[in-house]
């Protein structure tokens, strides 16, 4: 990839350059294809591992969103362990979402939609949210599409965030409770080799208090 390119470029230049990946996904071994110009093409990323290691299943239904999909190791999990929900794989990275799709018709995935953000309707609220979220996109740009997102989760649905220690997780926790709506409350779940587990609560309502069960 070239020094001014990254892997949140709309278009990334350049072939493709496909390359097989064997891997791990929902605890069945898989094949899957990858290429440059995308995150962590060679392997599932230590943060990600770490947020599929620390997070429960997802609901079996409703709408699952995957905010940063690269090359899709969340949204197949996701796909893989809930087949009657619908699954959004959303990036900005054209080459990661055309790469998603062909991944999960390899698997004999349906309920997967790759697409950018504008192509999520404008209605969709989600069950749960999953993201290892491009954090190197700048201040600014990840706090504006999380309080996007977050927000769009149903009462009573979690979002799960991983994010390395020293690249500001604690400091992020601190901005999404001061920054997201009153019903919701940020728990740090998990911490696992250098990184944290963030867990977005949307309260219910009925009573629910921040003493909330952890996985």
């Not at 997802?58 to 197949?76: E, F, I, V």
């Not at 796909?79 to 055309?98: C, G």
């Not at 190197?136 to 220690?165: F, T």
Request: proline share 8%.
């Amino acid at each position: 990839m070239a020094a001014t390119e990254h892997y949140f470029s709309a278009t990334p230049g350049g072939e493709p350059k496909l390359r097989s990946l064997s891997v791990i996904l929902a605890g069945r071994p898989v094949t899957v294809t990858t290429a440059g110009g995308v995150f962590s093409p060679e392997r599932i990323d230590a943060g990600t591992g770490v947020l599929l290691g620390h997070t429960p299943a997802p609901p079996p239904g409703g709408d699952l969103l995957d905010l940063g999909c690269g090359w899709g190791p969340l949204s197949l999990t996701m796909a893989m362990l809930s087949p009657r929900a619908t699954v959004w794989a959303v990036d900005v990275n054209e080459r990661a979402l055309d790469l998603v799709r062909r991944n999960a018709a390899d698997l004999g995935l349906t309920n997967i939609n790759a697409c950018t953000p504008d192509d999520v309707p404008a209605d969709a609220e989600f069950t749960a949210i999953w993201s290892n979220p491009p954090i190197r996109v700048g201040k600014n740009e990840l706090h504006g599409m999380l309080a996007h997102w977050l927000p769009r989760l149903q009462r009573g649905s979690d979002g799960w965030l991983v994010v390395q220690r020293n690249l500001g997780s604690d400091s992020l926790h601190r901005w999404l409770q001061g920054a997201l709506p009153e019903d919701f409350v940020v728990l740090r779940a998990a911490t696992h080799k250098g990184y944290r587990v963030l867990r977005v609560r949307h309260r219910s309502g009925t009573g629910e208090t921040q003493a909330i069960d952890l996985p």
